[in-house]
Structure formats: C-alpha cells, structure tokens
C-alpha cells in the first residue's frame, strides 16, 4: 500500500505535465512558436500526431523488448520505469525554455523544440501508462483494489486541474505578441520541468526501499488430501 501511494504521488507529477499539452503547449505552439516546417504551416492539432505515432509505434517495439529481457534474465522494475517517464518528459518540458532563449527577432521560437519536448513526453508515457492498472492488481489486496482503482484513476482528474492552473500562470500578464508572453512561458516551463526530474531522481533513490514494498503475492499453497482408508472406516 505504500509503494502503490509514493508511485501513486509521483505519477500526479507526471500526469499534470502530460495534460499541458492540449492546454499550456497548444497556446504556446499557436502564439509563440514558428509553426512552419518543410515550407508548409502546421495547424496546432497536428502536433498530437506525434503523440499517436509514438505509441503506435513503440508500443509493440517496447513490449518485444521486454519479451525478450526477460528471458534474458532481466527484469524492468516498476520504480524503475516510473524514474524513467518522469526524467523523460521532465527533459521535454526543458528544451522550451532553451528554444524560448534561441527564439527569433519578433521572439517566435522555433518548431523543433516542440516537436522534441511532444517526443520526450510521448516515450515517458510508454514506461508509466501500461503499468497503472497493472500496479493496482500486483500491490493492492483483492478487497482494496475497487478503491485503489479510484484512486488511480482519481489522479488524472488531479492532474489536468493543476495543468490547467500552470497553464493560466504561464500565460502571465504580459502583452499579446511573443516578446511580451515569453518570459512568463519559459518560467513556468522550466518549473515544470525541474519539478519532473527532481521527483524522478528521489524515486530513482526510493528505488531499494520501494523494491523491499513491493512483494510477489504469495500463492496458496495446496494440501493434499489424505489417502482413503476404507479398512480404518469400517
């Protein structure tokens, strides 16, 4: 129950930096950033193809990987692949505050830092997404996981009212052309971004004592019946 609660907290984190992207990363796309690539205008709702592609993609690449890291020998532990989503999508939301610094004169940043930070994201949600429901089925008792459920499901209503409230803050009070909306932007990006990997290197560090929380549910063991004595009977 504990290890399921700290990597329950921990995923609020990167949940909340997930749900940014139709809100806080669609403004800024539409507004601040140059949205040209190969000569051709890309429409805000374009980037979310990224995402799509992604896990389409490296869905059944990662599960083969697993596959076969398993009969290897080798097992990617659960806090393992939570320190992994969250340094991930922590490093994407940094490269907009670096795409901020190198932005144009009339302060348009420049696509492909977009298009890194949606990647980075997309990669750490195939590490943590496939392993929520699972994680309630290996950590919680059977009369508890109705209630783990919840409360699994619970965060990602958490999640996109904080995105929602970073996104407003990001906006800031500034004037309505890039130069003005930037610094409020690359300030609330970086935040993010730190906060996602400094929660990533403390589960990185919680990994042995998370390890020692996490146990195998132990399988029943079966008692064999006695033999049939028909004499003793008698």
Sequence with gaps: MWAFLILTLSSVIFWTLYQMAPIGLTLFFSRNVDAILFGIQIP??????????????????????????????????????????????????LLLPIGIRFANEQGFSSIYWVIGTYTL???????????????????I????????MGAWLMVTG????????????????GGPTPLDTNPSYSAAFLKLGISAIVA???VFFLRKFLHGLIQEKPTLQTVEPAPYNAVQDL
């Design 44 to 93: 805000p709702q374009w980037m979310q193809n990224i995402n799509a592609f992604i896990i389409i993609l490296g869905g059944p690449l990662m599960a083969a990987a697993n596959l076969r890291l398993r009969k290897k020998g080798y097992k990617i532990a659960i806090p393992f692949q939570f320190t992994t989503a969250l340094l991930l999508i922590g490093m994407g939301f």
């Design 158 to 173: 958490v999640a996109a009212t904080l995105s929602n409230f970073f996104s407003q803050s990001a906006l800031g009070t």
């Design 141 to 148: 008792p059977s009369k508890l996981q109705g209630l783990a």
């Design 121 to 139: 994201q997309s990669l750490g949600e195939l590490f943590i997404s496939p392993i929520g429901y699972a994680l309630v089925g290996q950590l």
């Design 200 to 202: 990533g290197v403390i």
